[in-house]
């Protein structure tokens, strides 16, 4: 089981992003799926999430620029950021509650390896 994270890069301040996280491997369910970042010296923070109950929640400093969405068939978190801001420069990363359809089922937290997201003119 993995997921993988895409779509960082460098942007101008204003600009846009899409990150994607897709999982794959033996995957039944994915739940509670996030994304975080974690800036240099800094502590890894959620920016967005969908919770176990389907609220979404965002960091206070997203709200308004940043959409989380997922496509369950395809395993599939998105996070489209826009108006991004040299604050939001960090590692992003994604994390999702896994149960594999193995025999027996295991059931884990499993993170993504990062993407850079660098917001710079």
């Known amino acids: 089981v993995q997921l993988q994270a895409s779509g960082g890069g460098l942007v101008q301040p204003g600009g846009s992003l899409t990150l994607s996280c897709v999982g794959s491997?033996?995957?039944?369910?994915?739940?509670?799926p996030g994304w975080y970042r974690q800036a240099p010296g800094q502590q890894r923070e959620l920016v967005a999430g969908?919770?176990?109950?389907?609220?979404?929640n965002y960091h206070d400093s997203v709200k308004g620029r940043f959409t989380i969405s997922r496509d369950n068939n395809k395993k599939l978190l998105v996070l489209q950021m826009n108006d991004l801001r040299p604050e939001d420069t960090a590692v992003y990363y994604c994390?999702?509650?896994?149960?594999?359809?193995?025999?027996?089922?295991?059931?884990?937290?499993?993170w993504g390896r990062g993407t850079l997201v660098t917001v710079s003119s």
């Open positions: 491997g033996s995957i039944l369910t994915m739940l509670d």
């Open positions: 994390k999702a509650d896994i149960t594999t359809d193995t025999i027996p089922p295991v059931r884990r937290f499993y």
């Open positions: 969908i919770g176990y109950d389907g609220q979404i």
